[in-house]
């Protein structure tokens, strides 16, 4: 009984070791991608300086409501672009990158990567757009994502979600500046 206790507490230390690695960042290493995460994270707090009041719409399945107000939280508000990032170690060579003097192109060599495509549009440097095609497809539901974000002037979230047993829906998130 004494060895069986040693055994698994020697694999739940283990597992535990593994569970508390540090993200990339951490690490010091060069990150292969665009940095998602870095780039919402700094414009969120940008946003937050400024306290914009934007024109919101959200709609689900054609009903949809509009309203002007002031984000609280810029970074819960871009999670779904954030949640998109490629930089997981385990990715490193797990998208085709295109690039050109005003773009950056990502695109998955692999269906069964959620994040299908990434399009960085940029200008004199800086980023005038982001694009990102998101799609989970398993045999009881498919879920598309497209979500777009031009700094200064809005970002769209659009979800199609088709559920065996429950139908499909849509959704639609859209902010004006």
Known sequence: MRKYILFTGGVLLLCSWFACKPEIKETGAKLKYFDLKEFFKADSARLAKLNPTITKTVSHNGDSQTK?????????EFDLFTSSDINKPAWKDSYSVKESADSLIYRAKFPELKTRRIVIRKS????????????????????TETLNYTPGQFYSIEKQQKVKVMGENDYLIKGVF
């Not at 002007?68 to 819960?76: E, H, N, R, V």
């Open 68 to 76: 002007k107000l002031k984000i609280a939280s810029w970074g819960q």
């Open 124 to 143: 004199n440097g800086k980023v005038v757009s982001v694009y990102i095609l998101n799609n989970i497809h398993n045999i009881l539901y498919n879920t």
